[in-house]
């Protein structure tokens, strides 16, 4: 089905007026931007070719409302899914994550949905569960959605849309995204295989690995063959 997609994006793509549902990412979801490595992607250099993106950049509101299509979010996105479907139950797992503090730490989020990504703690505020908004209609779902590298997102949207791991490999390698909030993201938002082995081939081929890493298939397996997305020192 995501090949189908794929091949009738371009009919689909930047074209708010025959959206179905909105994704709302608050700006400041992040608490703990001081570190380095939890910093989201920069900001400059994002070319725009994704919807929502200068919107993001430019944008003092502290949501920003990204108008999308189900079907391209729903097929490659295990969360937003579930999400749509209403069997996330993720009152249940964001109360167990969170510390003493109230805030939510993502690296335990991602323990619970059995990943097995090193990543590093995610903290957003304890009451910015992904959920539908009250203001939702029948026909078109509005869900707002926290995620660990805000900036990022309108390109994984692209990549939802046409498949193409291209774009996101010219942004990072022009700096304006890090690998690192990419696989953040992919992992959160329970994506496919693809993508996180096109990441698995970028960080082996374009980065010195420092650490093990292993991206999960949606069935729990690892994605790709010969060690495709295992990176060892």
Request: glycine letters at 6%; a negative charge.
């Amino acid at each position: 089905m995501a090949d189908n997609l794929h091949r009738l994006a371009a009919n689909h793509w930047n074209k708010p007026e025959t959206s179905d549902c909105t994704i709302v990412i608050p700006k400041d979801a992040l608490l703990n931007q001081d570190d380095p490595v939890n910093h989201p992607s920069k900001r400059e250099d994002n070319d725009n070719v994704t919807p929502g993106a200068n919107d993001y950049s430019r944008s003092k509101q502290p949501n920003v409302p990204i108008m999308l299509h189900q079907q391209y979010l729903s097929v490659q996105s295990t969360l937003i899914q579930s999400i749509l479907d209403g069997t996330r139950g993720s009152s249940q797992n964001i109360s167990s994550s969170q510390d003493n503090t109230g805030k939510l730490s993502y690296s335990k989020m991602l323990q619970q949905q059995g990943s097995h990504l090193s990543a590093d703690t995610f903290l957003i505020h304890s009451s910015w569960s992904p959920r539908l908004l009250p203001s939702s209609r029948p026909n078109h779902p509005i869900i707002f959605l926290p995620v660990p590298d805000p900036v990022c997102f309108p390109h994984l949207i692209h990549y939802m849309y046409f498949g193409s791991f291209h774009h996101i490999e010219d942004c990072l390698q022009k700096g304006s995204l890090t690998w690192q909030g990419v696989v953040r993201n992919v992992e959160y938002l329970g994506m496919r295989v693809e993508i996180k082995a096109a990441l698995g081939r970028y960080h082996r081929i374009w980065m010195k690995p420092s650490s093990t890493l292993t991206l999960e298939g949606n069935d729990g397996s690892e994605p790709g063959d010969d060690s495709e997305d295992e990176i060892t020192p």
